[in-house]
């Protein structure tokens, strides 16, 4: 498995933590970290996808419920929101990431860890995301250090 994909991997579970604790704070971040240390390698681009998505939280989650038709945030289980979440960060700020891959890698990620039915819904979403940004260049300023390795 590639470093990305572990990041990716990591990023949407302390995502969840955090989600189900209702707690983004540093110090859940922290605990994670105490007890499921990324790889040295990957801890560069998770740290870059999790504080990402704290950041602009508020403004993911309106471009996300946006475009997921008759799906509320609090509907969506809690594993395919923050997978989307992470993707949508990606499309959104992370102009170097390929959408096309960022997309794949969610879907993959969601088949993984959600139900049958994540790689379709996420898809979907994300799908129109990326044709938005597209066509009316949707955007969120992020301001997470690309390279940040700080716990």
């Known amino acids: 498995m590639g470093s990305r994909r572990k990041s990716r991997e990591l990023a949407m579970q302390v995502l969840y933590y955090m989600d189900m ?15 499921f240390a990324p790889q040295k390698k990957a801890t560069p681009f998770f740290f ?7 950041q602009a939280k508020s403004e993911i ?4 419920e946006s475009f997921s038709d008759n799906w509320k945030l609090t509907r969506m289980s809690c594993v395919d929101r923050n997978i989307i979440r992470i ?7 992370c102009h170097d990431i390929p959408p096309k891959v960022a ?5 993959d990620v969601g088949k993984k ?8 819904f996420i ?13 009316e260049g ?3 300023k992020v301001s997470v250090l690309a390279d940040e390795t700080q716990k």
């Open 21 to 35: 604790r209702q707690d983004d704070s540093d110090e859940m971040l922290h605990r994670f970290c105490d007890n």
């Open 48 to 54: 870059r996808l999790v504080k990402g998505v704290i």
């Open 61 to 64: 989650d309106a471009v996300i």
């Open 87 to 93: 993707a949508a960060y990606e499309l959104l700020c």
């Open 103 to 107: 997309i794949n890698e969610a879907i």
């Open 113 to 120: 860890f959600g139900t049958e039915e994540s790689g379709a």
């Open 123 to 135: 898809n979907g979403i994300l799908d129109s995301i990326r044709m938005a940004i597209k066509k």
């Open 138 to 140: 949707i955007n969120i």
